[in-house]
């Protein structure tokens, strides 16, 4: 993969610079963002809280996993190949298609290009070298505000055959403004059907080509989508049989 760094830490590297400590992140070959990390503080990241337990005081630096340099080890140079191969053999260039690999605790992802999603899904599924049969998850993830590529959508694929798991994971062009938009997988796995609506749901990326992106946990008229870091952490009252609990922001503050 052209897409491959040293993968040493940051700050070992010669004349580079390490990740900014707010959480940029690192850079694809065009110097665009393409595993972003942010730092941590409390043990959820509420502050304001009259919290007494020690744990509003934790602090975690930002952290992403570098680009992987070959060899990957195992498995993971072998299915590398066969899927840079099988690009090849549709015209697709893995530079452009596959923007970076990452191999991290024991687990390999493949950062991928949302133009060439489908075919390197079909790829996977029907290369001979690959048979990644299953995918077992379509889910989103959102970064943040103040962290470049904040949105990103991950795919995690199976092959029964030769039982391994990959994940394919895409970062979005977006930046809180207008919709993210990204090309379903439906076509070529129809389990990701439910995923991709509980992604639309929770963090509103819209899946084109998906037969009835609708609704999938929240009511059809719900307002917002609420796995979203800029979703406001309000909320309605749960009703129980003789209690009721209020919203988040309206219960009782310790001080």
């Not at 940029?24 to 665009?32: A, K, L, N």
């Not at 990959?166 to 090309?183: F, K, N, Q």
């Not at 037969?211 to 909320?235: E, F, S």
Request: aromatic fraction near 8%; include cysteine.
């Amino acid at each position: 993969m052209s897409a491959v760094s040293d993968q040493r830490p940051p700050e070992q590297r010669t004349g580079e610079q390490p990740a900014e400590a707010d959480g940029t992140g690192q850079r694809g070959p065009g110097g665009e963002s393409v595993v972003a990390g942010r730092s941590r503080r409390g043990m959820f990241g509420v502050q304001g809280s009259g919290d007494t337990s020690g744990y509003g005081g934790l602090r975690l630096p930002a952290y992403s996993p570098p680009a992987a340099e070959r060899p990957y080890g195992g498995w993971f140079d072998e299915v590398a190949d066969a899927l840079l191969e099988g690009l090849r053999g549709k015209g697709i260039a893995a530079e452009e298609a596959v923007r970076q690999v990452t191999v991290d605790r024991g687990e390999i992802t493949f950062y991928v290009d949302p133009r060439h999603l489908v075919e390197v899904c079909r790829t996977f599924r029907d290369d001979p070298a690959l048979r990644f049969e299953l995918c077992s998850s379509v889910s989103g993830v959102d970064h943040g505000e103040d962290v470049p590529g904040r949105l990103h959508s991950v795919v995690h694929l199976t092959s029964m055959t030769y039982r391994r798991r990959v994940r394919v994971e895409v970062v979005l062009d977006w930046d809180g403004a207008g919709t993210p938009r990204l090309p379903s997988i439906v076509d070529v796995y129809p389990t990701a059907d439910f995923h991709e609506r509980e992604a639309w749901d929770m963090f509103g990326i819209v899946y084109d080509g998906h037969p009835a992106l609708t609704r999938i946990l929240m009511p059809d008229d719900w307002d917002g989508h609420p796995q979203r870091k800029d979703y406001p952490l309000g909320g309605i009252p749960v009703e129980y049989k003789g209690a009721e609990i209020p919203p988040p922001d309206q219960r009782r503050a310790y001080t």
